[in-house]
């Protein structure tokens, strides 16, 4: 009888590491995003200003609630 093919994933070494590298860019972005937008509502907050985010329509279907997941996430 025919058996099938191993259905793990095989990648090499290179592989691995330019996705951790791909991943560590990506958070270190999100990372300098934060922190400059902590220091923003800093500044904001001495001069008694009030801040918002994201848009109301961004609520609406699978599209906003994806979006709406991936802010949250980030």
Do not use: N
């Amino acid at each position: 009888m025919w058996r099938p093919r191993s259905l793990r994933v095989r990648f090499t070494l290179r592989t691995l590491f330019v996705f951790i590298t791909v991943l560590c860019i990506w958070a270190g972005l999100h990372a300098h995003r934060a922190s400059t937008l902590h220091r923003i509502e800093q500044v904001l907050a001495r001069h008694h200003a009030t801040v918002r985010y994201g848009r109301a329509d961004r609520s609406e279907g699978l599209r906003g609630a994806l979006w709406l997941a991936y802010e949250w996430m980030a």
